[in-house]
């Protein structure tokens, strides 16, 4: 069961005026997130104290909303809260993922579905960037946007080429017809190169190291900086990578650094491959994270470091859960 919020206001505390919002309130949740009536177990109202004209629940009625049961109860006055407000939780057997509805004043509640957000995430290989990201982006129903995903295609294609990923010239001659694109299905990126679906395939371990050099040059780094760019500003989204809060999106809403020992995330990375099928020592692991760590903290362009105004969170003692519940108070408390 799955639960979707929405929330209204109304101008006056009158009758025809919640028949209305409630209507338009319900009615949107219904069509965004494509409900069918048979779908619908509960509905359940709150309302501030200073409605009494009409119950939202007979609204509902009202509204055609006759399959599942409903309830309503009355907020306690709390000092600062939003005045002449509606909420409702609709329960939901859909399988859909949740999009929730907050119109007029009440989308100062959720400015992170109402208004367009960044929230970049940076880190060295192993933090959990990923992983963490997409449960981030879920949670707040927006895009998650893998930018290392972008990076391991460009590596791909030199290696299908025979192109050293440090020859410079002959890589910018390779991606002046490069075609990289990224699409979302059920919550997953796939990323297609040249019309292909490589998403299993970039993420090889020989493909790594290879990302990580072809990052460095200036002429990749430019042409996925500038798509990555134009996708953040027509959508809500969480972007990870090495140099997102300090060169990508410099001015996102929300920046976070996320870290760990290397050893916990030559661990992380070793398990990682066992479970993809790639059985690699954990002592090689270690060295490869540790070798990367160096190469990309010390490369010349848009070298992995913590933004000034970024969080740092370490990780080495947390699970994937807290990390995204952390990420997510923090964004809270400034929306």
């Not at 209507?23 to 949107?28: A, M, V």
């Not at 299905?185 to 970039?202: A, F, M, P």
């Not at 362009?301 to 997510?328: G, H, T």
Request: glycine fraction near 4%.
């Amino acid at each position: 069961m799955k639960a979707i919020r929405g929330a209204t206001t109304v101008d006056n505390d009158e009758a025809e005026e919640i028949r209305k919002s409630v209507k338009e309130l319900l009615t949107e949740i219904k069509v965004q997130n494509a409900l069918k009536d048979e779908e619908i177990t509960f509905i359940l109202f709150s309302t501030t104290d200073d409605l009494h004209s009409f119950h939202p629940a007979k609204a509902a009625r009202e509204a055609g909303f006759f399959v599942a049961p409903l309830f309503a109860a009355v907020e306690p006055e709390i000092d600062g809260a939003l005045k002449k407000c509606i909420r409702v939780m609709v329960l939901t057997e859909s399988d859909n993922v949740p999009k929730h509805i907050y119109l007029r004043g009440a989308k100062v509640l959720r400015r992170d579905l109402t208004n367009i957000i960044n929230i970049a995430l940076d880190g060295p290989a192993g933090s959990g960037k990923s992983t963490v990201s997409k449960l981030v982006a879920k949670r707040l129903n927006i895009l998650c946007l893998d930018t290392g995903a972008m990076y391991r295609a460009c590596a791909l294609k030199c290696l299908q080429q025979n192109v050293k990923p440090t020859d410079e010239k002959a890589v910018n001659k390779l991606i002046s017809s490069i075609n990289i694109t990224v699409k979302h299905e059920n919550g997953v990126q796939r990323t297609l190169l040249d019309g292909k679906d490589v998403s299993e395939e970039i993420r090889k371990p020989e493909i790594s190291m290879h990302a990580s050099t072809v990052s460095a040059l200036e002429c990749v780094r430019t042409k996925m900086v500038e798509l990555q760019r134009q996708i953040a500003t027509k959508t809500s989204c969480v972007l990870d990578g090495r140099d997102i809060g300090t060169n990508v999106l410099p001015n996102a809403h929300f920046k976070f650094f996320l870290t760990a020992s290397p050893e916990v995330r030559a661990k992380r990375r070793a398990e990682e491959n066992l479970q993809k099928g790639f059985n690699t020592p954990y002592e090689e692991v270690l060295a490869e994270v540790i070798k990367r760590d160096n190469q990309d903290t010390t490369r010349k362009i848009a070298p992995l470091k913590q933004a000034a105004d970024a969080v740092l969170i370490d990780s080495s003692n947390m699970s994937i859960e807290q990390v995204v519940d952390f990420i997510l108070n923090k964004i809270q408390e400034k929306i």
